[in-house]
């Protein structure tokens, strides 16, 4: 068993986290991780306030562990919002203000609905800025990881961010999808994982099988940080790229981003029936780097079991047997 601050801080049993993603808002993977003892999440910046009022009832039907509901501040989405502090998950989780955003009036009302509060940052600067505003946990991304990313790998990110906010516990996230990444991590510093692309693919996904066998397929170095998905869906991320499978689609508009800005309501329409499709040519998948690391479809409690089962042998057996 291994046991972190984290575990006392969000009651749980593993320090395994699974990251809210906003775009594939999937009851049934955050409730089979919190229901194996990590932290599910669900995403909520796209939800109006009665699907967020239905997919937290739903996840509080299913489980009655701790789970997360998560928020891209830059989307500003305040009727989600409202809904979600009514439902008062364990874990608010932030991520990606815009320039300026006072952070401070979200975790206020989240911390004031009994709620702690996780914020996820890409850089020290950002960490800071997560921790001044009053965040119990920040997450340090790597740019190894999939979704929007920026530009410090987790190796050097997480220990300068685990420096810059002591003692507020940190996680780590971007490129881990086992063991020997979990035991990696708490040597740097932090007190457990909050992982995507790896949950991406497991029998509770709601991804679409062939993205999920893409990721499989994947060896890893076929991702590329794009603005492409965001141009395309007419969006502007606040200082991110995505980093995404590189096919078809990303190959088309790469170097031609004007092109795609003038022809974006026709391209965001062939790019919604494809990923309806599971078109893993002319669709958008985001994932990380670990991908590579990725060659099964486990559900996601024997994925948890596995990691935290690795990371144990590794810490107790193969990094002690080193010791001369
Ligand atoms: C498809 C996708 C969507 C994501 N959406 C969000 C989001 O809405 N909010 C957020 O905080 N992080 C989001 N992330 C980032 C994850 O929370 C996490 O930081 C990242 O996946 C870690 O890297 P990994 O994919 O290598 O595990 C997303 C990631 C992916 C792959």
Same mark, same amino acid.
């Not at 062939?270 to 309806?276: E, I, R, V």
């Given at each position: ?130 921790? +001044? ?83 499989? +397929? ?107």
């Amino acid at each position: 068993m291994i046991r972190t601050r984290v575990c006392e801080l969000f009651d749980i049993d593993h320090p395994v986290m699974l990251g809210g993603m906003a775009s594939i808002t999937a009851p049934e993977l955050a409730v089979a991780v919190s229901e194996a003892g990590g932290l599910g999440g669900v995403g909520g910046s796209y939800l109006d306030a009665a699907r967020m009022h239905e997919v937290a009832a739903d996840m509080r039907g299913r489980t009655d562990k701790p789970f997360a509901i998560n928020f891209l501040l830059f989307v500003d989405n305040q009727d989600a919002f409202a809904a979600a502090l009514e439902a008062a998950p364990a874990v608010m989780a932030f991520a990606w203000p815009s320039d300026g955003q006072d952070l401070a009036p979200w975790f206020d009302r989240a911390h004031a609905a009994g709620c702690k509060v996780m914020f996820m940052a890409d850089s020290v600067e950002g960490a800071r800025r997560g921790a +001044d505003a009053g965040a119990d946990l920040i997450v340090a991304q790597g740019t190894e990881g999939g979704g929007h990313v920026a530009w410090m790998a987790a190796s050097v990110l997480v220990p300068m961010i685990v420096d810059a906010v002591a003692p507020i516990p940190v996680l780590a996230a971007g490129g881990i999808a086992d063991g020997r990444g979990l035991a990696a991590s708490l040597a740097l510093g932090a007190e457990g994982v909050l992982l995507g692309t790896r949950f991406l693919a497991t029998v509770e996904s709601a991804l679409h099988p062939n993205f999920k066998q893409a990721i499989l +397929d994947s060896d890893g170095h076929d991702t590329v940080l794009t603005e492409i998905p965001d141009v395309a869906g007419g969006r502007v991320w606040p200082g991110a790229m995505a980093r995404a499978l590189r096919n078809r689609f990303i190959d088309r508009w790469a170097g031609r981003e004007w092109s795609l800005r003038q022809n974006q309501k026709s391209a965001a329409a062939t790019l919604k029936a494809a990923q309806q499709a599971g078109d893993v040519d002319e669709g958008s998948l985001l994932i990380g780097q670990d991908a590579g690391l990725i060659n099964d479809l486990p559900a996601a409690g024997d994925l948890i079991a596995r990691m935290v089962a690795e990371a144990e042998e590794i810490m107790s057996a193969r990094l002690p047997g080193l010791l001369g």
